[in-house]
């Protein structure tokens, strides 16, 4: 993993993100997201965050509920607004 700060643009990591965590994505496309985001630790972070809230969020939920998408972006951009704060 490098220690270089973070170069990636936000929006393309977040479509990353969302690509790597859809059930659907292939095992082949999924390695490749992985090994792209091994390159950044701040991207292996936030990957992990994700992760991490959509876990609790399917905990949270029942399987006929889901959370509105603009919830996700604000949970999620308050999450990093308190990792970095």
Not at 42 to 59: D, G, S, Y
Not at 61 to 69: D, E, H, I, R
Request: one cysteine or more; charged letters at 25%.
């Amino acid at each position: 993993m490098d220690t270089d700060p973070c170069q990636c643009s936000p929006a393309e990591v977040q479509q990353l993100l969302c690509e790597l965590l859809d059930p659907g994505v292939s095992a082949q496309r999924a390695e490749a997201i992985r090994k792209r985001l091994a390159q950044c630790p701040e991207c292996v972070e936030r990957f992990t965050t994700e992760r991490q809230l959509r876990t609790l969020m399917q905990r949270c939920c029942s399987a006929q509920a889901t959370a509105p998408v603009y919830l996700r972006e604000r949970i999620t951009t308050q999450i990093r607004i308190v990792r970095r704060g």
